[in-house]
């Protein structure tokens, strides 16, 4: 017998799995309330002012409420200590999905919701898909027999809301596998013709930005503000304790000028066409200077003996200015971060 107000907790990212789970949800008559989670790790910028996100389109056409969640200091310390290892590259799949439906877990206790629902379907990605795995989430995140995976239950065991007839085993799916044209072919029958790419933006499965972030990790300094900066420029180890990040064009130079710190120097070419440099740490002049003639290489000005680099702590107008030597191009890809 179905209860009236069955109340159910869907994990939301953008992607096409996930709209269509809460629609599958949403046509038995449960109310939903979306839970998107923000990770200090993705790769666009998660709202825009003015600009709709994807899971807020998703929330306004579709008809549920959403909570938008950002992850800090506890999701880094998870993705720099996993227990379950990583995947290709930085990303611990599996740890991160026991933190998602543990988050999941404690609003469905809070909101007093029946039960947990993600969009994800059996084999479709080997590392974090497979049965046995699907299984251990379940069981760490303390959710036996409270997550429903929609899209895929009929080849999993019937979960409690199916048992219990808040949620009808006949109306769910059996999708599995890579092959994502049955997704495809129900969103457009659904009219669901926006969602984001199955790649999800999570950086931490580029490789480039993995290079940045164990250089991070292996010096401690994981917080934040730190792994904003990994997202654009090039980086550069100066010291164990001293970094350099530049941008690339006038957009990295303006998200770098909004992330430096009161203690940071900042260091610009004359003549135009500078990177903005920020250089964080332990400073001495060796640094300084070794900063300046790399702020210059990738500057209008590298040509130029004469020109001048200034600089100043973002905390202060007070300037500067020195003219650094030419730099070594194997000194220069020595420091480079990759
Ligand atoms: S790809 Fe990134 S966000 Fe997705 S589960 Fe893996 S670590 Fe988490």
Same mark, same amino acid.
Request: charged share 25%; net charge positive; with cysteine.
């Given at each position: 017998?179905?209860?009236?107000n069955?109340?159910?907790?869907g994990?939301i990212?953008?992607?096409?799995d996930?709209?269509?789970a809460?629609?599958?949800?949403l046509?038995?008559g449960?109310?939903?309330i979306?839970v998107?989670?923000?990770?200090p790790?993705m790769a666009q ?7 709709? +996100?994807?899971p807020?389109?998703?929330?306004r056409?579709?008809g549920?409420e959403?909570r938008t969640i950002?992850?800090?200091?506890d =999701? ?8 379950w290892? =990583?995947g ?8 991160c999905?026991?933190f ?9 206790q809070e909101e ?14 080997p590392k974090s ?14 959710l036996?027999g =409270?997550?429903?995976?929609p899209?895929t239950a009929?080849?999993?065991?019937? +979960?409690?809301p199916e048992k219990?007839g808040?949620v009808?085993r006949?109306?769910l799916?059996?999708?599995a596998?890579r092959?994502r044209k049955?997704q495809?072919?129900?969103?457009k029958?659904?009219?669901i013709?926006? =969602?984001?790419?199955?790649a ?8 480039n ?5 164990k @250089?991070?990790f @292996?010096r ?7 792994i904003?900066?990994?997202?654009v420029?090039r980086h550069f180890?100066?010291s164990?304790?001293a970094k350099?990040?530049?941008?690339r064009?006038?957009?990295?130079n ?9 203690q940071?120097?900042?260091?610009e070419?004359?003549g135009g ?8 740490g332990?400073?001495?002049d060796?640094i ?9 290489r990738f ?5 130029s003996p004469?020109?001048a ?8 107008t ?6 650094p030597p030419?730099l070594?191009e194997?000194?220069l890809e020595?420091l480079?971060?990759?």
């Open positions: 017998m179905k209860d009236k069955i109340k159910a907790i994990l990212s953008g992607g096409l996930s709209v269509l809460v629609k599958l949800i046509e038995q449960i109310s939903v979306g998107h989670f923000i990770t790790f910028p998660s709202k825009v002012a003015g600009i709709e +996100t994807l807020q389109k998703h929330a056409q579709l549920f959403l950002h992850l800090g200091d =999701y880094i310390h998870l993705i720099k200590n996993p227990q290892g =990583y290709s590259c930085m990303n611990p799949c599996l740890d999905h026991i998602f439906f543990q988050k999941a877990k404690e609003i469905m007093g919701a029946h039960f947990v629902f993600t969009g994800e379907v059996l084999e479709q990605r898909q497979k049965r046995m795995l699907l299984h251990i989430v379940e069981k760490k995140s303390d036996e =409270y997550l429903l995976r899209l009929h080849r999993l065991e019937p +979960t409690v219990l808040w009808n006949e109306k799916l059996n999708f596998g092959n049955p495809i072919a129900l969103a029958s659904f009219g013709t926006e =969602y984001h790419s199955p999800g933006g999570c950086l931490l499965t580029d490789p930005f993995c290079g940045r972030l @250089d991070l @292996d401690g300094a994981a917080d934040s503000n730190s904003q900066m990994l997202k420029g180890r100066l164990p304790y350099l990040v530049l941008g064009d006038e957009r990295d303006r998200f770098l000028a909004q992330l430096a710190l009161e940071d120097v900042l260091l070419a004359d066409g500078s990177p903005l440099s920020i250089l964080r332990e400073i001495n060796n300084l200077s070794l900063a300046a003639s790399i702020t210059k500057s209008r000005a590298r040509n004469d020109i680099v200034r600089i100043r702590h973002a905390n202060s007070l300037t500067t200015s020195i003219i030419i070594d194997g000194l020595s480079r971060i990759k």
